[in-house]
Structures are given as C-alpha cells and as structure tokens.
C-alpha cells in the first residue's frame, strides 16, 4: 500500500510537532497523516487543513475570534446554513488530501471539478504493480433496472473467474510496460525499446493504481459526498467517500450532523410531489393516474415516503 518513501515522509511528517495561532482539532489532529485503507492497494489520508466549526460560524457572522458564543449557538447557526443552503460560510473551511485510487475511479472522481488536484506523473515516474481486484461479492451482472449499476453478485466460481482474467490481464499489462520501458528489476537489455514511460503507460489497464493530492473547501467536499456516499454510487468511490465521511466527522463534527441531517439522509420533492403529499396527509387517497407525474416519479415517491395506495 505504501512504499518506503512514503512511510518514511509519514513517520518524519508524524515526528514533526509545530506551533500555531490558528484553531486546530485535536481529534483530527491525532490521525493526520495516517493512511486510512481503502479497497484493496488504496488509502486515504488527511496532508493538511485550515479552519473548524468555529470558522464556519465565524464567516457567518463576520466576527472575531469564538468570543463567548455558547456551542448550542454555533451548532444551530450551523444547521439553520445547512438547512437553506447558504453555502458560502463553509467554503472557509479546506483539508488537502493525499489519495491512492485505481484509475478508473480517479475518472469519475475528477468530473467533481471544485477542487485543486495534483496527480502522481506516469511521463515522470514508474507507476507500481499494484492493480484493483474486486471482492467476490462485488462483481455482478449489469442491472436491468439501472443502466448504469450491478445487479446481484454472480455465484463463487464465476466470481473468481473474473477476478483471475483481470488479475491476469493486469500482470500481463504490467509486464509489457515494464518491457517497453526496459526496465524490469532494474535489468536493461539492448534488445528491448526501452520508449519513453509516456508511451508505455497506454497499455496498462484501468485497475492500475494512481496517487493524487486532492485539496477542496469544505462546501465543494460535502457536495461530493452527497453524491459519492449514496448508495446508489458506484462501490468503490462509494468506499472512498465513506472513509472521507468519517474524517469530516472528525474535522467539523457539527458541519457532519447537519450535512446529514438536512443534505445527506433527505429526500427533494418536485413542486407536484410536495402537493401529493399534501393531499395524501389530508386524507386524499392517491394514485398514480392523478398524480400528475411520470412512472419513474411516482416510483421514486413510493420508495421514498411510502405515501401512496398503489397496489
């Protein structure tokens, strides 16, 4: 998961205490710089950070310093922003993250374009024989319902089928950049090509592990996870997110509450669907022919609340 290097700038990073007038957050604090697995060769783990809740609240208000605010005051200054969407008092808030993702799930990271990104060079360095093999019970047939998802994961022998042709496949990549590049274990024979490392990367697949700095403010980072954290992302940026969450939690525990709260765990209705709902709490009985809205409307509406007579 890491190598020397890696584990060497940890301890030294880890090692090196600073002084600061800047607020800090002792639970956050305690894990910087600490790898947080993910997945398989991946992990997470928090560089740097400026601002807390106090900072939120602080922009907020425009004012100086805590001050002698009671936290029952912060907390629900907090979740009166969280819960109309003013956004802005959390942007004064930024982590900078040090990920190490396959890079297909880079792919759909980088389309959340409100960050600052700095990604391991494959022009300038030799990325490691580490690829993504997926659990057995994460690899499934396309669903019928959802074009984009899994459906149930197939049983145990076809399973590690598809794990060993895509480990296979993936060690035999490998093992041609390593030839391209003519630089296996450090041998170089004259009667390889030995091209140039941006030509031999082409060939290696999309489960081949990438490394990138990820810097976002904390508004850009909740929007992110609102999105990656739900159970209908895909699993393995899923699995990202859900280590991010608990390092939010960490970070700005109050942020944390009200993001689940009002943003997270909630369900958005249409102007329609709110006027269902209405007339359904008036004792109206409902059905899908009256409603006014499409199938897959009504469907999601049903899974939602659980309102309507639909049999």
Known sequence: MLDDDQRNEIERARATVTTTMRPTVPELEAVMHTPFPVLDHGFIRVVDYMGDDSAVVQAARVSYGRGTRKVSEDRGLIRYLMRHWHTTPFEMCEIKLHVK???FVARQWIRHR???VNEYSARYSILDRE??????DQIAPQSAANKQGRAEPVDTNAAEAVRALLRGEAERAYDNY???LNDEGGNHEPSRPG???????IGLGLNTYTQWYWKADLHNLLRFLRLRADPH???E??????VMLDIVKRWVPMAYEAFVEY???TVSLSATAADIVRRALSGEAISFETSGLSRREWDELDAALGITNQP
């Open 263 to 265: 943003q997270m765990n």
């Open 178 to 180: 390593l030839w391209m």
């Open 101 to 103: 993702l396959p890079i």
């Open 233 to 235: 992302a895909q699993y």
């Open 195 to 201: 091209v140039a490392r941006e030509l031999a990367r």
């Open 237 to 242: 940026i899923r699995a990202y997110a859900e």
């Open 131 to 136: 690829f993504y093999i997926p659990e057995p």
């Open 114 to 116: 409100t960050a600052n």
